[in-house]
Every structure is written in structure tokens, then in C-alpha cells.
């Protein structure tokens, strides 16, 4: 999620203990901390961009890792609020941080809640990294005249009741599409909240032969097919491909990685396609491996966001 909704989240958190929220009292700092804690793996980037990618959400955003962020910030503030019970600033820090992570699973992005035992990002593919909706929603009890533990119990039920109607939609949605694609054999179906549209889900569809990319409407239930890419088996160059950097990091990434081969003046271009996210006649996350003479990868590149990244070949 966004930094303001993770942190009036961690507010509401430290709420839960009673104590009334002062810029000074060290639960409030110990859950604000941790609310924002697994985001500080951003210092990856100083080591360039590949190695964010890598390092966003994975280690940062697993259970050890909340354990290691409550032991660093209580360790932390122990120094200036010495006369505070370590242990209370522990368990203040985690719950702060472990709320962070738990919410970052709810989106579409995920966590690598399980890391190092699984490395790739789980998601229940329920929110949006930002949602306007929910962030709306968390503000509305500060402006009541509530107490804050008021505020805390209101914001979690609020929390639980907001996810819990983005699930039953998404559930319907999945029926709308079972119909939709009846004469298809259907082995997989992945939906999430699209990234440009409030009331509709994206979708990515595996039948026997063929993947469906698209969008269905919430209330209109219109489906609109973005894309349809036929199966490719992979060959030879596809498999040397798989054991690439770049390759590896993409099915790390998404649990829908699309390989592409085609021929281009004497070398192989493995191109791959996040699914997930298509925008604007094309796909968000793409990569590139090319190939030269006896089948080994000389370059690698990954383009996100408008932005293209040289990867190790």
C-alpha cells in the first residue's frame, strides 16, 4: 500500500492500546515506525535499479523480516526513551510492521511473506497498491469525536469488512467469467482491481490452449478481451532462456510469465510478458533476452513503467 494509508494504519494499531496519540509517546512512534519499516528496503536502489527490483518486498516483507524491523526499532528508540519497557516498544514495533506486511499481501503487488523457504511474492490480489476507497474510509472516524481506541476498533472492522467485500465481488466476478468462457477448457483464472478503473477487475485467463487478458465491469459486467496469446511450447532456446537472470526474476515476479521467441538478423529474442498488467495496447512489465550464434544470452533488459533496465546477461 501507499505510505499514508500503511501509517494512519500503524496509528490505528498503537490506538488499540488506549494511551491518547502524542507525536512523543514511543508506542505511537514504535507502530508509525514499524508501519513503514519493510519500505525502507528502497536503500537497495543505491545499488541500482536492478537490484530494487530484487530486493522490494522480498526479505524486507517476510516474517523474519518483521521480526528483525521490531528488534531494530525498539533497539532504536531504547536510546532516547530509556525509561520504556524494550519489550513494550517490541511488541508495538511489530504489530506496527506486521500490519504493513499483511496489507502489502492484500495487494496486487504482494509479499514474500514465506521468505527464504519461497521466494516469490504472494498476493491475494484484493487491493490496489493505493485505493482511494479504503483510504477514504480510514479517515472518516477522526473526524467524529471518536477516542482513539475508538478510532482503532473502527478502522480494523472497517479494514476487515472493506476486504471481505472486495473478496465476495471478485468471487462473482470469477463466475461472470466461468460462464463467459464455458467452452473453454479452464486451468487457471487470476483477477485483480484494474489498475485504471474503480469499478472494474482486471483478469488473466489460462484455458488449454490460450491466454485471455482483460477487464470485466463490476456493475455492467461488460468483458472486454485486451489480448489473446496462443500457448507456445518451449523449445531449446526458451529453456537456456529460463535460466537467465532476467527469467528468473519474472517468475519470481508473477505467477503469469509469457515467453515469446521469434528470429531478428542472426540472433534469438526472447521476449517476456508480465500478463497481469496490460495498459495502453501493450504490457507493463516486459523483458528482452537476445541470443547470439551458439544459443547464450549476451543481453538482457526489462522495461517497466516506461523505463527500461539493463539486467546481467
Known sequence: MDALTHGIIGIAVAGLSGQPPTYDNPIYLAALLGSQ?????IIAIARGGVSYLKQHRAASHSLPGV?????????????FVPETSPVMLWFWALAGT??????????????ALLWPYRKERLSSNLLNVFDPILLLLLLIPYGMGFKMQQVSLFSINTIALYISLRYFLRQMASQWLTTYFARYTIERIMIMPSLKKLWFWDFVLEAKDDYFVGRIGIVSRKITICANLPKQRYSLIVEQ???????EF???FT???????????????I????????????????????????????????RSYGRQLKFPA
Open 255 to 269: 505467477p503469469f510469465a509469457y515467453f515469446e521467441a521469434r528470429q531478428q538478423e542472426g540472433t534469438t529474442l
Open 98 to 111: 506486521f500490519s504493513h506486511v499483511i496489507m502489502d499481501y492484500f495487494n496486487t503487488h504482494g509479499a
Open 67 to 79: 521480526i528483525g524491523w521490531a528488534t531494530l526499532i525498539a533497539a532504536g528508540l531504547s536510546l
Open 37 to 41: 519499516a519493510p519500505d525502507f528496503d
Open 241 to 247: 532462456a529460463q535460466k537467465t537472470t532476467l527469467a
Open 271 to 302: 521476449q517476456i510478458f508480465d500478463l497481469r498488467y496490460y495498459q495502453k495496447n501493450g504490457f507493463l512489465h516486459s523483458g528482452l533476452i537476445v541470443f547470439k550464434g551458439d544459443e547464450t544470452a549476451t543481453e538482457s533488459y526489462m
Open 250 to 252: 519474472f517468475n519470481l
